[in-house]
């Protein structure tokens, strides 16, 4: 795809989320895109490997929240760098650390770093129930973001330990998770957090999404996250 049939494409999308962001950003985006499709020949990276799906489900889903975060931020299994590497991208001034437990993940994220000359940004091979009890890291965050990671119970205890009180979650789902929410609520009680809001929205006519906002009231027990996989194999009730 040509860049300025990628940059009209891009700005009709953002144009349906009513969203706008500059010529450099849209131009980084590119070589985002370039980058992914050319690493995911050799390596999978992700499913998605249309252009057009690209634009849609990777860029444009993670550029929705942008308006929601500023200051430091944490992406928790951010995989090829999503939504992370996108709000970087057309934030500069985001703080962003993204992790993944898959190094392959973190080696593509760290050579599109470094190609698109991003700055004030980490990405780390690590588990978040590891990170989370390094005092550099835990309750360090104004935000912390997740995409189609786990669960609710399992991904708020993935989370909220490294937000600080008064800080948010935001947890971007697909459609119809009332109950996986209703399940979760205890044990977001549990780690210190309030399910702030819950907002269903549509990122193209035929996609729908959900956001839930986790507000972190007090701080989390040190006993959380547990280690071991604990929180994906017995999720807090």
């Known amino acids: 795809m040509e860049y300025n049939e990628f940059k009209n494409i891009v700005l009709e999308d953002l144009k349906y989320i009513n969203k706008e962001i500059k010529e450099e950003s849209i131009n980084k985006l590119y070589l985002f895109m ?3 499709i050319e690493w995911n020949k050799n390596i999978n990276l992700t499913a998605i490997k249309d252009e057009r799906e690209i ?3 990777h860029f ?3 550029i929705y929240i942008s308006d929601l ?3 430091k931020v944490l992406d928790i299994g951010s995989g090829a760098g999503f ?3 996108p709000l970087k991208i057309i934030d500069e001034n985001l703080e962003l650390v993204s992790i993944d437990s898959v190094n392959k993940k973190i080696n593509f994220q760290l050579d599109t770093i470094k190609k698109l000359e991003l700055k004030n940004i980490e990405a780390l091979h690590i588990r978040a129930e ?3 009890h390094d005092n550099k890291y835990r309750e360090k965050f104004d935000f912390v973001v997740s995409r189609a990671v786990a669960n609710l119970s399992t991904l708020s205890e993935y989370m909220i330990p490294f937000v600080k009180v008064g800080g948010k979650c935001i947890c971007l789902k697909g459609p119809n998770c009332e109950e996986e929410i209703n399940d979760a609520k205890n044990a977001i ?3 210190g957090g309030r399910i702030d809001s819950v907002k269903e929205y549509k990122i193209s ?5 959900t956001i839930v906002i986790i507000s972190k009231e007090k701080n989390t027990n040190i006993l959380y996250p547990r280690g071991q996989g604990k929180p994906s194999k017995n999720p807090l009730k």
């Not at 006519?205 to 999404?209: C, K, L, S, T």
């Open 130 to 132: 590891e990170l989370a």
């Open 34 to 36: 370039n980058n992914l």
């Open 83 to 85: 939504p992370g590497l």
């Open 60 to 62: 444009i889903d993670s």
């Open 205 to 209: 006519e035929e996609i729908d999404r």
């Open 55 to 57: 634009i849609l489900k």
């Open 189 to 191: 009680r549990l780690l």
């Open 69 to 71: 975060i500023k200051g």
